[in-house]
C-alpha cells in the first residue's frame, strides 16, 4: 500500500486523501450521526404526544370523579326518596289531578335492569282528545314530580275529528333502587 502511495504524485495523493475524508465522513454521518438525530427527534415527538396524552388522561380522570359523585347523589336522592308509590300509579294520579284520566287510552308499565343495580322503570301513555295546554302541564308535572321522571319520548298527533284536539303517547322514565 505504501508502495502505491510513493508511486502517486502529490496531486493525486491529496485527492486520494479528499475522497477517503469524504467517504468516511459520509459513513459517520449517515450510519451515527442521522439516526441519533432522528431517533432524537422521534423521542421528543413521542414525549411530547405522552404528555398530551397524560393531560387527556387527567381530564378523562376528572370528568369519572365528576360523574362518579353525580352518580352517588343521584343514588342517594333516589335512596332518600319515597319508594311507596310506583310510577305507574303516580302517572295516573297527576292525570286525575290535572283532569284527563277519563281519555287515558291505555297505559303500559315495563322496567328494565341496570347494571349499576338499579331499575329503569318506565310507562308509555296513551292519551287522547286532549289540547296543547293540558299536555303541557302534564310533561311540566313529570318533570318536576318528586319521583325524579323525565319524559324519554314524546309522539303527538292531530285528531282527524277535532285538528285542535291531540293524541299524545308519552313515555316516562324513572330510576328506581331494588
Do not use: H
Request: aromatic share 6%; net charge positive; glycine share 4%.
Amino acid at each position: 500500500m505504501t508502495d502505491l502511495l510513493r508511486r502517486l504524485s502529490p496531486r493525486e495523493r491529496v485527492l486520494i486523501f479528499g475522497a477517503v475524508l469524504f467517504i468516511s465522513g459520509t459513513l459517520l454521518y449517515g450510519l451515527i450521526v442521522s439516526p441519533l438525530v432522528s431517533g432524537q427527534r422521534r423521542y421528543r415527538s413521542m414525549v411530547t404526544r405522552q404528555r398530551d396524552n397524560l393531560e387527556q388522561f387527567r381530564l378523562l380522570a376528572a370528568q369519572y370523579r365528576d360523574t362518579e359523585s353525580s352518580l352517588k347523589n343521584l343514588e342517594k336522592a333516589l335512596s332518600e326518596r319515597k319508594s311507596d308509590t310506583s310510577l305507574l300509579a303516580a302517572m295516573e294520579s297527576e292525570a286525575r289531578k290535572l283532569g284527563f284520566a277519563d281519555r287515558i287510552a291505555s297505559m303500559k308499565p315495563f322496567n328494565t335492569d341496570l347494571d349499576s343495580g338499579m331499575v329503569e322503570a318506565s310507562v308509555e301513555i296513551k292519551i287522547e282528545k286532549m289540547n296543547l295546554a293540558e299536555l303541557a302541564d302534564f310533561l311540566t308535572t313529570v318533570e318536576e314530580s318528586n319521583l325524579m321522571a323525565r319524559t324519554a319520548r314524546l309522539r303527538v298527533k292531530t285528531r282527524f275529528d277535532d285538528p285542535k284536539l291531540l293524541d299524545a303517547t308519552v313515555l316516562v322514565t324513572a330510576l328506581e333502587t331494588r
